[in-house]
């Protein structure tokens, strides 16, 4: 996983604490031990986020939950930090109304306490053009008491780009 999110992530002081946290940590994988409970919702969340259900998500989520998407505010006019559930859903609903998922491969979640991580390998299909787009992100969660408050997401910015391209350039919002 520290090699994608060294391809992904451009500057060094990130690689540097994500490859701390993988180090020094004993991570397990989700559903195991202690972690489970923090399995099911990450889990419950990825099944919700999957059918496109976003009210069932927000169940998850605690009012002042943070999303920060980390890619160029260039490549998606939402990038950035958004805070408040209510926010984050609003966005969310926004970045995945133009796409069909094709397939969303969450399978290796890891836990740990009070955070986790996932590369996740996606498809989605432009339902105006047709085109589609085949790539991997990384999801890094702070857990609190076994719930989710904040989700970091790293996007391969050059296959993003790439696509946007093949739609034209742009992004609905």
Known sequence: MVRFLCKIIPWTEGILTLRLLFMHVRIRSAG?????????????IYDAYRAKNLDWLGTYLPDDF?????IPATVHPLAGLCQGKKAVLDRWR???????FLSFDTSSLLIEEDRAAVEIAFHYRHKITGEELMTTKANIWVLEEGWPVKLSEYYDVGALQAFLRTIGGKIEV
Do not use: T
């Not at 943070?66 to 980390?70: E, F, M, S, T």
């Not at 926004?94 to 069909?100: F, G, L, R, T």
């Open 66 to 70: 943070c999303h920060v998407l980390h």
């Open 94 to 100: 926004v970045c995945i109304a133009p796409y069909e």
């Open 32 to 44: 195991k031990g202690a972690m489970s409970r923090s399995g099911a919702i990450l889990n419950d």
